[in-house]
Nanobody, 125 residues
Framework: QVQLVESGGGSVQAGGSLRLSCAASGFTYSSYYMGWFRQAPGKEREGVAFLFTARGTTYYADSVKDRFTISQDNAKDTLYLQMNSLKPEDTAMYYC??????????????????WGRGTQVTVSS
């Protein structure tokens, strides 16, 4: 059974940093496509960062480029999102998502087969 469990959210002032973690289990971590999405109240879900676990190739949304870094620890089957220079508009529930590598296009658009329950990030001005 696939499980994705996020942690690391919290409240921080603008300009601060947080690191989110996503512990994965129940699938072959090294051959998946994984990503972080976020959704703020009243807004659509947004994909912010993605990674091919086998190759380490990454993608970032323009809204977070140069501020957020997605990474992984294959030995721990864990995905990370380092968030620096946080802004109030980064406030949202952040979700970890995953799918088989062959389904990366659908997952990148939000149609991933596996999701975590989310972790809240709140940035105050």
């Amino acid at each position: 059974q696939v499980q994705l469990v996020e942690s690391g959210g919290g409240s921080v002032q603008a300009g601060g940093s947080l690191r989110l973690s996503c512990a994965a289990s129940g699938f072959t971590y090294s051959s998946y496509y994984m990503g972080w999405f976020r959704q703020a109240p009243g807004k659509e879900r947004e994909g912010v960062a993605f990674l091919f676990t086998a190759r380490g190739t990454t993608y970032y949304a323009d809204s977070v480029k140069d501020r957020f870094t997605i990474s992984q620890d294959n030995a721990k089957d864990t995905l990370y999102l380092q968030m620096n220079s946080l802004k109030p508009e980064d406030t949202a529930m952040y979700y970890c998502a995953a799918d088989e590598t062959r389904l990366w296009r659908e997952c990148k658009l939000g149609d991933c087969n596996y999701w975590g329950r989310g972790t809240q990030v709140t940035v105050s001005s």
